[in-house]
Each structure stands twice: as structure tokens, then as C-alpha cells.
């Protein structure tokens, strides 16, 4: 079973488009990361959220606690935008980590 | 800060052979955490540690063991690695104060033959 449900797996877009991507968890959660895996495999974390909305630069991420989803908007998509972007839930029954499988994003000059 | 370092970045070993994964932060948090990621699979929690002396396990421990000494150093050692271990091997590290952000290392990619 996965508690973490990622879409679409994969997306391609042209530079300057608007993305999205989707993220559904099953489970009960303290905690939501955004996470980007660039080419060369660092992960560096965007967003933490626990309700609401955030927005760093071109990159917003909301949450909805109600309907256990999430997602992840970049506007204005650039190349450099290209990247693997993990949805993660911090579990609140205990001290566990859940990742989904990632959305692979190639931006498109 | 270095950060969240890793060594080594890449290891080949044998079936059977044993080896230890380091990793080291220096900003002082008290979760630290192993994880490894395979094609087509999310990261998934080999081990993980909410302070010194105190580790547990994640959701694929077998085959691996951890302990914490110290704040700074989780390592994670392969017992008798075996080629279902081949994977890419992520360490992070967090504060456990409701932020959670977690600041990866670089990974270490282990091939078993």
C-alpha cells in the first residue's frame, strides 16, 4: 500500500507554462514537506506545510487537511525548474516519514 | 555548516561482505535518519534516531543497523550486504521541534554483486 499517491508521474512543459503537481496521503499527518531532486540526485527541501498555503518566488504549495491533498504550482516554468518534486507527510502516530514515488518535471526552452 | 555529509559516495561490495555508511551533520538536531531509494519506489525509513542513544526502526530495517552515539554521527551498517541491497542511500536530519524540515545529504550509491 502506498500512503503517499503522486500525479502524473511524469510531465513535460514548455517554458513559461503552469504546473501542477498532486500529492494524496491516506494517513493521519503532523506535517507535509515538498521535496526537489535535482539530475545529479541532492534533495533539498521546498515546503513544509501543515494547513493552508505558502509561496516562495514562482514556486506555491497549498494543502487541504480535509480531503488529505496537496499541491504544488510553478508558475512561469523555466528550464532550471526541470528537477524529481517528492511529496513527503510527517505521520502523527509516530516518527515515520512517507514519501511518494515523485513527479518527474522537464521544462522544455 | 557542512551540512549533512555522506561517505563514501559510491561503494561496490560482494554477497556477504559487511560495510558501515557514515554520516555526520553539524547543526545539531536530534532526528536523523536513513532512507534508501530504488527505481520507481519512494524514499522509503531504513532506521531512524530521535536523539543520542535512542534509534528504531523504519519500514525496511532488515539486513541493516544503526546506533547514535553522538548528536552529530548516525552510522548505518550492512551486515551481509546481498544484492537486493543495491540502492541509493539517502541520510537526513532534522529538528524535532514542529518543523521537521529535513536537510538530506548527498547519497551514497551501493551496487552488491
Known amino acids: 500500500k502506498n500512503e503517499v499517491e503522486q500525479s502524473p508521474q511524469n510531465l513535460t512543459a514548455q517554458e513559461g507554462e503552469f504546473i501542477t503537481i498532486n500529492c494524496s496521503y491516506s494517513v493521519g499527518i503532523s506535517a507535509l514537506h515538498w521535496l526537489q531532486q535535482h539530475p545529479g540526485g541532492g534533495i533539498v527541501s521546498l515546503f513544509m506545510?501543515?494547513?493552508g498555503k505558502k509561496k516562495h518566488g514562482r514556486l506555491i504549495a497549498t494543502i487541504n487537511i480535509q480531503e488529505k491533498h496537496s499541491s504544488l504550482h510553478i508558475t512561469a516554468s523555466h528550464p532550471r525548474d526541470s528537477a524529481v518534486y517528492i511529496c513527503?507527510?510527517?505521520?502523527?502516530?509516530?516518527?515515520?516519514?512517507?514519501f511518494g514515488t515523485g513527479t518527474s518535471l522537464t521544462v522544455i526552452p | 555548516n557542512a551540512g549533512v555529509t555522506q561517505t563514501p559516495k559510491f561503494q561496490v561490495l560482494k554477497t556477504g561482505q559487511s560495510m558501515t555508511l557514515q554520516c555526520a551533520q553539524d547543526?545539531?538536531?536530534?532526528?536523523m535518519s536513513w532512507y534508501r531509494q530504488d527505481p520507481g519506489m519512494g524514499l522509503r525509513l531504513i532506521h531512524y534516531?530521535?536523539?543520542?542513544?535512542?534509534?528504531d526502526q523504519g519500514e525496511v530495517p532488515n539486513g541493516y543497523n544503526v546506533s547514535r552515539s553522538t548528536t552529530e554521527d548516525f552510522p548505518l551498517r550492512l551486515l551481509s550486504a546481498a544484492p537486493s541491497q543495491t540502492s541509493v542511500y539517502f541520510c537526513a536530519s532534522s529538528r524535532w521541534d514542529g518543523t521537521y524540515e529535513q536537510y538530506f545529504g548527498p547519497g551514497t550509491r551501493l551496487t552488491v554483486t
Open positions: 534516531s530521535v536523539g543520542a542513544g535512542i534509534t
Open positions: 506545510l501543515s494547513s
Open positions: 513527503a507527510v510527517r505521520s502523527n502516530t509516530g516518527n515515520q516519514f512517507y
Open positions: 547543526m545539531n538536531h536530534e532526528y
